[in-house]
């Protein structure tokens, strides 16, 4: 739950904000690698947000995941009203890719009931695993694995997930992916499963584009 943080200097400078909304336009913040632009995040909070609202963008924090980024405001509905050039780019996805999104949020939604820890961890022969029940009997395990390797590097690019260092083909999956997965979207996920294996054996994981990330 997010919870509304004072902002102690109503006369924010120009600069100190700028050192927080310059990361911001660059990607995610996070609480555990930017531990200082983090802190002056929750401290000024409310002018950054007005700072960033004149740029058409809106402040995504979630203070107990430990990550803030930006986002598109969504269109104005007055089709008169003057269109802001977009500062944040939508990013178009492979359906492989966007379909493994959805199995990583799927399984990090089943760890967080099990509630053992807060960082889901998982090898690249888990992740191989979770998508090889959908392909076709009879796949090629080699070019699964090939394909898999291409989606997960596409993911890590995203910042979805992230490689562990010094555990060769080890990653953690962030917990960002949460607020662009959501639960209303992972609650008809199963009734989709039909769509998706039917979809996936015709996929050769080509960089065709039938997807977005924000």
């Known amino acids: 739950m997010q919870h509304p943080t004072t902002d102690p200097s109503p006369h924010a400078s120009p600069t100190s904000l700028s050192s927080i909304v310059v990361p911001l336009l660059k990607g995610v913040v996070y ?20 700072y960033v609202s004149v740029l058409g963008l809106v402040l995504v924090l979630d203070e107990s995941e ?16 003057p269109k802001l050039p977009r500062l944040v780019v ?6 492989p890719v966007s379909f493994l ?13 099990g509630g053992a820890d807060t960082r889901l961890v998982l090898s690249r022969n888990e992740v191989v695993d979770l998508i090889r029940i959908f ?7 080699a070019r699964i694995i090939d394909q898999v390797d291409s989606y997960l590097n596409k993911i890590v690019e995203l910042g979805f997930v992230r490689p562990l260092r010094g555990q060769e083909n080890t990653f953690e999956v962030r917990r960002i992916l949460k607020a662009f997965v959501d ?27 039938d997807g977005n990330a924000a």
């Open 31 to 50: 609480r555990e690698s930017d531990g200082g632009i983090w802190n002056d995040l929750l401290n000024l909070q409310a002018r950054v947000r007005e």
């Open 183 to 209: 639960a209303q979207w992972l609650s008809e996920f199963d009734e989709r499963l039909a769509t998706y294996r039917k979809l996936l054996s015709g996929a050769d994981g080509n960089d065709g584009s």
């Open 66 to 81: 430990g990550y803030a980024f930006l986002r598109s405001n969504p269109e104005s509905a007055d089709e008169s009203a």
């Open 90 to 95: 939508r990013r178009p996805l492979s359906f």
């Open 101 to 113: 999104l959805a199995l990583l949020r799927k399984k990090m939604a089943e760890f967080d009931a």
């Open 135 to 141: 392909m076709p009997e009879g796949s090629n395990d």
